[in-house]
């Protein structure tokens, strides 16, 4: 039992001592660009109902920012395991660049006014409200994607 415990605290301390000597662009490389995750919580029973309806919210606001070059990707992920109490659909987008958060007044004023004339007043109230009954938003992170070198 004491090997064991000890031979534990050996690999340990080797993982540590690896951590602190790791060497960015060296050891790995952070990219350009950000990844916007988004996590929601939806009633397993509505998953389906909530995909389907991003299609007709979500996504075509996704293909405004896209033609617009505020991102360059999206996607909708679901968990398998969607009854663990935690997030269940991901929302995530690929922001090309760091510089694209900026405010553009311009730009921001064209995109909604797309936006808004892509899915009419009473139609994206209803799906909303709908929305609001069976999930709730759990993570609005940024993530820096890290790639070792070959």
């Known amino acids: ?7 534990c605290l050996a690999v340990g301390g080797a993982m540590i001592a690896t951590s602190v000597l790791a ?17 929601v919580k939806v009633e397993p029973s509505h998953v389906d109902d909530y995909v389907t309806g991003l299609r007709h919210t979500w996504a075509p606001s996704e293909e405004i920012a ?6 360059d990707s999206y996607q909708i992920m679901t968990k398998m395991n969607a009854e ?5 659909v ?9 510089a694209l958060l900026e405010v553009d007044q311009a730009r921001d004023q064209e995109m ?10 009473p139609d994206r109230d209803k799906m909303l409200e ?6 709730v938003f759990v993570g609005d992170d940024y993530w820096n ?3 070792y070198p070959k």
């Open 23 to 39: 060497e960015p662009y060296v050891d790995y490389t952070p990219q350009k660009g950000l990844w916007h995750v988004v996590t």
């Open 84 to 88: 663990d109490g935690q997030g269940n």
């Open 90 to 98: 991901l929302l995530i987008e690929h922001i090309p660049n760091t």
């Open 66 to 71: 896209k033609k617009h070059g505020l991102i």
């Open 130 to 135: 709908d929305f609001s009954k069976y999930r």
């Open 145 to 147: 994607e890290l790639v």
């Open 112 to 121: 909604r006014k797309e936006f808004l004339a892509a899915l009419p007043k």
């Open 1 to 7: 039992m004491r090997a064991q415990f000890l031979a």
